[in-house]
């Protein structure tokens, strides 16, 4: 990239990426704010991601985005967001995952027998058609 471009790409994407950064530094200042002084956790459990989101709705519902900062904004979401979504997946190791699986997969199957065979059950008082039953099972 030359010199020319490289001065083009950062006027037409800078503005957007420090606003994005504002806004995160701000998110993450307030998700500590409201569950550390506000709720007393000692960590807090506000997200900064939900902060982030509420604070850009709510400015965009008000204001809409000048145009200098559309590119960077665009950037950001596609570019950046997409980035860290893939960087939070290769946290996941498999001794989590199978963590996960072991105390999930019995409450899911517990689940699924639950909800197939309860509604047979409760036919009993209520004598419904057996395939309407076992279409409502189904869907649940």
């Not at 990426?17 to 806004?23: E, Q, R, T, Y």
């Amino acid at each position: 990239m030359k010199i020319e471009q490289t001065g083009n790409w950062v006027r037409r994407q800078g503005p957007g990426i420090i606003l994005i950064g504002l806004l995160a530094l701000v998110s993450e200042l307030a998700s500590t704010f409201i569950g550390e002084t506000l709720m007393g956790f000692e960590r807090s459990p506000v997200s900064s991601v939900m902060v982030a989101l509420l604070i850009g709705l709510t400015i965009r519902n008000i204001r809409p985005l000048p145009k200098i900062f559309a590119g960077g904004v665009s950037f950001g979401t596609k570019g950046i967001l997409r980035l860290g979504i893939i960087l939070l997946g290769l946290r996941l190791s498999i001794v989590d995952m199978v963590q996960v699986i072991r105390v999930g997969l019995p409450v899911i199957v517990v689940c699924v027998v639950v909800g197939l065979l309860l509604p047979h059950v409760i036919n009993r008082w209520m004598k419904l058609p057996v395939p309407l039953v076992t279409l409502i099972s189904v869907g649940t």
